[in-house]
């Protein structure tokens, strides 16, 4: 689960704590609801959906791993770039066969199907409607093709202040964010 201030739109730059060492990046699905749904069915699940678009779960793997959970790792502002738009459930014709890819700095680094994936978006909502009650506009990420940096072999492959990310998935649009250093001069009290 991320805070809504983890949410950064296209082109929006993704901000490297300095501290955080690992910072990685996993392309998603993202599935936005359109109603309030609990216990859902299979069936009710889709008609719950009102659409689809592409979110960049950021990680930071080294609090992420150290933690040995996930909350944390992934909670920081502007770890959940999400976009370039929301494509309406009914403009996908078939969600079973999209192809996912992301490019760093132009280099391919996750190439994969979403017929690959684990459960289909409709079993997803089914789960999750069992544990919480779903409402309109929650945005539910997917999980991730291989090629993440931590798992590249034999040598990780974090992001660095400068690199661009390009996730596209078929029919969704190509989603870009730049990393950035963090600016230390800011300091925000709130309100």
Known sequence: MKPNTA???PNDDIIKPNFVKQLDYEAKLAIITGKE?????INDAKSCIFGYTILNDVSARDIQFKD???TRGKSFDTFAPIGPWITAADQISDLANLY???RVNNELRQGSNTENM??????????L????????????????PAGVG???KPHPKFLKVEDTIDIEIEGLGVLRNRVAAEDLSVVSLGG
């Open 100 to 102: 996912v890819r992301t």
């Open 7 to 9: 949410i950064i739109g």
């Open 150 to 152: 931590f798992s590249i």
């Open 37 to 41: 749904v609990e216990n859902a069915s």
């Open 68 to 70: 040995l959970q996930w």
């Open 118 to 127: 684990v459960l289909n978006v409709f079993a997803i909502v089914y789960h």
């Open 129 to 144: 409607s069992r544990v919480m009650t779903l409402k309109p506009c929650d945005i539910i990420a997917t999980g991730t």
